[in-house]
């Protein structure tokens, strides 16, 4: 008895009903000799689907290394198929980079506390011929010495326990006032947040950045082709080719430092390499994507290079905010 979903001699597509005349039909794409996928089946087409880590990856890495603005001029002039999609090399390596990084014990600020210093003790003989044997003796230091020592470890302590964000007293009770003056929640939320203890707002600091620092990256890209799209006005170019644009140079973004947080310390000078290649790859793409001269190019990279910087600056308050208001 043959199975059900064996349907190796199909005549119409059991999907849409449309006679097939192929290995795929011609009305929805489904292929033509369905059976039941096996365990392998399904871990490559999960690993093509949302990984990306098919024969294309490879093409369209190298290209994306060593020929900067190529991956971008083969997709505008049609050459698409043998190459994987903008989005997807985009998600690939940006997950890749943060999984790194977050494996990699890294985060923002420093809330770790020490212990307090060493106390000073010694042992030694009896002090006196009294003095019953195996006693300790303790060196107990002059006043003006514990002053001094008091005055450094709470220095040194102060040190440790600093905050991502530290504003005094005035300024504080300003953030505060103007806070409640946008609506009186807030203002209790920004109170709340500077009642903490400074290692509790580092700690609220960094739990912020790591939940949406994600986000604020990805929401950048498309602000990231709006400020391509004002730098080349006149040039005829859609939006989509900026963004286009944004998608692939952000993704070797991402595959650098990845490469950057896994490399070993032994061999600094391929660090080094790296990232001399980060800075000069993207006016690199640009040239040769949208053509121009040299001067001309090196001047809208700067200017679009601090143009990005203010907007990440930007994101970084919000994600600031967030820690406070959350």
Same mark, same amino acid.
């Given at each position: ?123 030694? &003989?009896? #002090? ?6 195996? /006693?300790? @003796?303790? %060196?107990?230091?002059? *006043? !003006?010495?514990? =002053?001094?020592? &008091?005055? #450094? ?6 040190? /440790?326990? @600093?905050? %991502?964000?530290?504003? *005094? !007293?005035?300024? =504080? ?154």
């Amino acid at each position: 008895m043959k199975h059900d979903l064996q349907l190796d001699h199909a005549i119409h597509c059991p999907n849409c009903g449309t006679s097939i005349a192929g290995a795929f039909c011609q009305g929805c794409g489904q292929p033509a000799h369905l059976h039941v996928p096996s365990a392998r089946e399904f871990l490559h087409e999960f690993i093509a689907h949302y990984v990306a880590l098919e024969g294309k990856l490879w093409k369209s890495v190298a290209l994306l290394l060593f020929r900067p603005g190529r991956l971008t001029r083969d997709y505008i002039e049609g050459k698409r198929v043998r190459y994987v999609e903008p989005l997807r090399l985009y998600l690939t390596f940006s997950i890749i980079f943060f999984a790194i990084f977050k494996l990699s014990g890294n985060h923002f600020g420093n809330g770790v506390t020490q212990a307090p210093a060493e106390q000073r003790v010694e042992a030694s &003989a009896p #002090a006196s011929p009294g003095a019953a044997e195996g /006693k300790t @003796a303790v %060196l107990v230091p002059k *006043d !003006d010495d514990l =002053d001094e020592a &008091a005055t #450094a470890a709470g220095k040194k302590e102060k040190k /440790k326990h @600093a905050s %991502l964000i530290e504003l *005094d !007293d005035g300024d =504080d009770r300003w953030v505060q006032k103007k806070a409640a003056a946008i609506h009186p929640a807030l203002g209790k939320k920004v109170e709340h947040f500077s009642s903490l203890a400074p290692e509790q707002r580092n700690a609220s600091m960094q739990r912020s950045f790591s939940s949406y620092a994600p986000y604020a990256i990805f929401a950048l890209m498309p602000v990231f082709a709006a400020l391509l799209k004002l730098l080349y006005l006149g040039s005829g170019r859609r939006y989509g080719e900026h963004l286009l644009f944004a998608l692939h140079t952000n993704a070797f973004a991402f595959l650098m430092l990845s490469l950057l947080l896994v490399l070993p310390d032994a061999i600094p000078l391929l660090g080094t390499g790296l990232m001399v290649w980060l800075v000069f790859y993207l006016p690199t793409a640009m040239r040769k994507v949208y053509g121009g001269g040299r001067a001309m190019t090196a001047l809208r990279w700067i200017v679009l290079m601090t143009m990005h910087l203010f907007c990440i600056v930007l994101a970084m308050v919000g994600a600031a905010a967030l820690a406070v208001i959350a």
